[in-house]
C-alpha cells in the first residue's frame, strides 16, 4: 500500500482519496464482524492526516464490537472538540487529525466507560512515561484489552496467555484491572441483550402458533 500516495490524494480530498479510505473503513468493519476482539494495532491505523468524519468512523468501527444494537456513539463530534478544548488530546492541525488523535478516542472510548476523564488522563500519561513511544503503549494496551476480553467471553484466563508484553508492574495492573471491569461491563450487556432478544423472540414465536 503506497500510503505517500494516498497521502497526497486525501489532502486534495478527491474522490479517489475517499474511495480508499472508505475501503480502509470496510475492513476494519468486515474484521470487527466477527467479533474476534481485536482493536487495530499502532501500525494498522491510518498514518496520514484525517478529517473529523473520516476520524469519527475509524473511531466508531473500531469502538463498534463492544456496543449493543441501539446504543449512541461512544464518541461524537461534540465530544471531540470537547476533549480538545480541556486538552485532553491535542488539538487538529489544519482540521487534520493524525494516528495519534486516533489512538487516544480509542482508549478514552474504552476507559470512559470505568473511570472519569481525569483518571484516563492520568492513566494515559503514566503509559506514555513508561513506554514514551505511542506506538508501545498503545500496543500494549490493546494486548491487555483482548486478553480481559478473551477471559470474560472465552474463559480464557490471561495467566494462561503469554505476558511477556506484560511486565508485572503497579501501572500493568492499573490497566488490566481497567480493562477487566470494562470487559465484564461489555459481558454484561450483551448478556442481558441476547436474553431480552431471545425472550421477545420466544413471544413472538407463541403468537404465531
Do not use: W
Not at 471491569?181 to 442481558?192: D, M, Q
Request: net charge positive; with cysteine; hydrophobic share 40%.
Amino acid at each position: 500500500m503506497d500510503f505517500k500516495k494516498m497521502e497526497y490524494e486525501l489532502s486534495a480530498e478527491g474522490a479517489e482519496s475517499s474511495r480508499k479510505a472508505d475501503a480502509y473503513l470496510d475492513s476494519l468493519r468486515r474484521r470487527n464482524a466477527k467479533f474476534e476482539f481485536h482493536l487495530p494495532r499502532y501500525s494498522e491505523l491510518i498514518p496520514f492526516p484525517i478529517y473529523m468524519s473520516q476520524l469519527l468512523n475509524i473511531v466508531d468501527s473500531a469502538l463498534e464490537p463492544f456496543t449493543v444494537p441501539g446504543e449512541e456513539k461512544i464518541i461524537t463530534k461534540a465530544m471531540i472538540n470537547n476533549y480538545v478544548q480541556k486538552k485532553v488530546i491535542m488539538p487538529p492541525q489544519d482540521k487534520k487529525y493524525d494516528r495519534s488523535h486516533i489512538i487516544h478516542l480509542i482508549v478514552i472510548g474504552i476507559l470512559k466507560q470505568i473511570i472519569t476523564i481525569e483518571e484516563i488522563t492520568q492513566v494515559i500519561q503514566m503509559q506514555l512515561a513508561k513506554y514514551p513511544k505511542i506506538s508501545i503503549a498503545y500496543n500494549f494496551f490493546c494486548i491487555a484489552l483482548e486478553d480481559a476480553l478473551n477471559s470474560s467471553f472465552n474463559g480464557i484466563s490471561p495467566q494462561d496467555r503469554n505476558k511477556k508484553h506484560r511486565p508485572p508492574t503497579v501501572l500493568s495492573e492499573i490497566i488490566e484491572s481497567c480493562v477487566m471491569a470494562f470487559s465484564n461491563r461489555v459481558y454484561v450487556r450483551k448478556a442481558l441483550y441476547m436474553s431480552k432478544a431471545s425472550e421477545a423472540a420466544k413471544k413472538i414465536n407463541g403468537i404465531k402458533k
